[in-house]
């Protein structure tokens, strides 16, 4: 792993910001569909470490969202990229989907953790693709996982704001947060190995 992603995670920057970023590039994507999808991109055994990987890493979201990326949005990108990885390895578990803040409204909310699990299978699935990896076992973990996050991808949006819905949403965003810290770790470290092997 490279230092210069140690503490990146301080540099996460918020939902706003990345939808901030997304607008002003012209883009209608919700950056819960980015961040998901770069996170599942991750899982699938990516990395934004050098220049070369990265680059590699903003064609497969490209290709995964259907959407091009230019200019300033490409900085954000690997700004986004390098504090979610660090944010993963951090052994304090950092790491959070990215996801509207908590006063925005309920359907907003759940609407955007839809986008986040949609895009984390996006992700993965256009990453297993390009790294040719289909027919590499997927370990039983995290393909439990990627059922359970294409039934959360379908959640119903339409939920009155309860307190009963807050803790079955903080449930939700607990369940995929360790879902994607296991996944990405799993592959970085599978990653690791098969490079140290050659």
């Not at 990896?133 to 379908?154: C, R, V």
């Amino acid at each position: 792993m490279l230092l210069d992603t140690l503490g990146a995670f301080e540099d996460m920057p918020s939902w706003e910001e990345a939808a901030d970023a997304l607008f002003h590039a012209g883009h209608t994507l919700n950056p819960s569909t980015l961040h998901g999808a770069m996170v599942g991109l991750l899982g699938a055994g990516f990395s934004p470490h050098s220049e070369q990987h990265f680059s590699a890493t903003v064609a497969a979201l490209e290709k995964a969202l259907a959407v091009e990326f230019t200019g300033e949005l490409v900085d954000f990108i690997s700004r986004l990229s390098l504090s979610t990885l660090s944010a993963i390895v951090d052994a304090d578990y950092t790491f959070q989907p990215l996801l509207p803040p908590d006063d925005e409204a309920m359907e907003n909310r759940l609407l955007s953790i839809s986008e986040w699990t949609a895009g984390f299978l996006s992700g993965f699935t256009q990453g297993i693709t390009i790294r040719e990896a289909a027919s590499e076992p997927i370990p039983s973990l995290t393909a439990e996982a990627l059922k359970d996050m294409a039934a959360i991808a379908q959640v119903d949006t339409e939920q009155a704001s309860s307190e009963d819905a807050e803790r079955q949403l903080d449930d939700i965003i607990e369940y995929i947060r360790f879902a994607a810290i296991n996944i990405v770790s799993d592959a970085q470290s599978t990653q690791e190995a098969t490079s140290e092997d050659l």
